[in-house]
Each structure stands twice: as C-alpha cells, then as structure tokens.
C-alpha cells in the first residue's frame, strides 16, 4: 500500500470496521496485512510449520471475534500481536509437559563473544527451535518478548522457579551447542 500513514490509518480503520460487520473481504486484507509479522511471532515458539499455521490462524479467528473490543487506542498491530501470543501460549501449555517440582537457582554462564558473535541468526533461531518445548517457550518468552519469570509463569500456568529453571537449561543447551561449532577464534 502505497499510501500516505493517515491514509493508511484511515483505510486499517475501514478494514477493521469491516470486520466488526463480519466482512469476508475486510477479514482477508487484514489477515494479508498482518499474517507474516504475526508468522513470525508464531515461529519463535513453534518451528513446526503445520502447528505454526494453525496456531497464527487460531489467533486470527479470535481477533476477529474480538474485533469489536479494539477501541483504537493504540496501534491494531500491538492488540493483534497479543492476541495471537496468547494462541501460542494455549498452544504450548497444551503441548508441552511441565515438571512443577523443579525449583532450581538460575546460574548464568555466558558463551565467550567471540563464539556469540559469529554466528549468523538463521543458525541462532534454528538452535533456539531445536529446544525442547517448554524451555523453548521460556527462553522466547524472557529473552525475545521481555517478559518476567513472574508474568511467564502466569501465562503458562508454572511457577517463577520452573521458569527460571527452563531459562538456565535453555541456556545451557544453547552454550553447549555453540561451543560444538568450534567458532572461537585461535590467538
């Protein structure tokens, strides 16, 4: 859309109207608009591309159910953003199995830079999918969303300990596999 961003603002606004009338056609442009910046939330929790799909359609359906509840403070795509994270957060507290015992301190260790910065991001995102379920989803959720042990452990129904725990073992996991690439740098 080559327009200008009040004419953009103006037509986001007749599309969402559109779609508080259940307006197929709104609900396609919109869906086009937003389904690859809403993909891409999707992927950072769920590297499987079926699940992916069904998820980011999950969260467009109950946008368009909600629709009617966005008052236009603020921008749409911060409102369908949350949206479509709490289908992800359904999805994984549906598909991953918590151990609620584990209480474990978090210990931090840090990769050396030089391996951390030589890596490209494509090999970064596919090691942090590779995590097992619920520590992928914890370590998405504290280091790519920002949101604390507390809030993380409300979503997924967890305590801030296990929390914590799946951060450090993502961590850890994520270490191991990088120093198994041999990329630091011989002095």
């Known amino acids: 859309m ?3 961003v009040q004419g953009q603002a103006s037509e986001l606004q007749d599309l969402i109207q559109g779609c508080v009338r259940n307006e197929r056609s709104a609900q396609e442009k ?3 608009l ?3 910046r809403m993909m891409s939330v999707v992927k950072r929790y769920i590297d499987h591309d079926e699940q992916a799909e069904e998820v980011l ?3 467009f359906l109950r946008a368009f159910q909600k629709i009617g509840q966005y008052t236009f403070q603020g921008s749409f795509e911060g409102w369908l953003r949350k949206i ?3 289908a992800v957060s359904d999805y994984v507290k549906q598909n991953a199995r918590y151990n609620e015992k584990i209480m474990l301190v978090e210990k931090d260790q840090y990769v050396q830079k030089d391996h951390a910065d030589r890596l490209y991001y494509n090999q ?3 090691m942090v ?3 097992p379920e619920a520590t992928k989803a914890v370590f998405n959720m504290y280091v790519m969303e920002g949101f604390s042990h ?3 452990g409300k979503i997924l129904n967890i305590s801030e300990g296990t929390s914590k725990w799946h951060l450090s073992e993502g961590r850890r996991i994520l270490k191991e596999k990088i120093e198994k690439l041999n990329l630091h740098l011989k002095k």
């Open 30 to 32: 919109v869906y086009s």
């Open 129 to 131: 999918q590779g995590l």
């Open 57 to 59: 359609n999950n969260g």
């Open 2 to 4: 080559n327009y200008t």
């Open 34 to 36: 937003f389904c690859g």
């Open 84 to 86: 479509v994270f709490h």
């Open 150 to 152: 507390r809030e993380i």
């Open 124 to 126: 970064l995102l596919e």
